[in-house]
C-alpha cells in the first residue's frame, strides 16, 4: 500500500483508534500487519500504542487518588473583582473563612 493511499489518524473515529491501539497493545500480530489492515502508517499505530498506554497508566495510577485533596490552582480575587459585581462579597468572604478554617484542621 503506497504512503498517499493510507488515511492519516485524524481520518479515523475514536472508535477505530481505540480499537488499533487495543489490537496493538495485545501484541497478537506484528504492528506493520495491523497498520497496512487499517490503512495507516506504523508510527500511527505507535502514536495510538503511546496514548492509550497513558491512559491506562492514568487509570490504574493509585498515587492519583492521593493527590483529590492537592491544590491544583489558586484563584486571586481582589477588591475591584469583588466591586464589579462578579458575586456577592459576603458569600465570597465566607467561602474564604471556611477555606481558611480547613486548612488550619488540616494542618493540626
Known amino acids: 500500500m503506497t504512503q498517499n ?3 492519516g489518524v485524524g481520518r479515523l473515529s475514536d472508535d477505530k483508534r481505540k480499537a488499533i491501539a487495543l489490537q496493538a497493545l495485545t501484541r ?7 497498520a497496512e489492515r487499517n490503512g495507516v502508517s506504523r ?4 502514536r495510538q500504542i503511546g496514548t492509550a498506554s497513558v491512559a491506562l497508566d492514568e487509570a490504574f495510577d493509585t498515587t ?3 493527590d483529590a485533596d492537592q491544590v491544583l490552582f489558586m484563584l ?3 477588591r475591584q473583582w469583588l466591586d464589579q459585581g462578579r458575586g456577592s462579597k459576603s458569600a465570597i468572604f465566607a467561602l474564604h473563612r471556611r477555606a481558611e ?3 488550619v484542621r488540616k494542618q493540626e
Not at 28 to 34: F, G, R
Open 5 to 7: 493511499t493510507r488515511s
Open 28 to 34: 497478537t500480530e506484528p504492528i506493520s500487519v495491523l
Open 43 to 46: 508510527p500511527t499505530v505507535y
Open 64 to 66: 492519583r487518588a492521593a
Open 76 to 78: 486571586p480575587v481582589t
Open 101 to 103: 478554617a480547613a486548612c
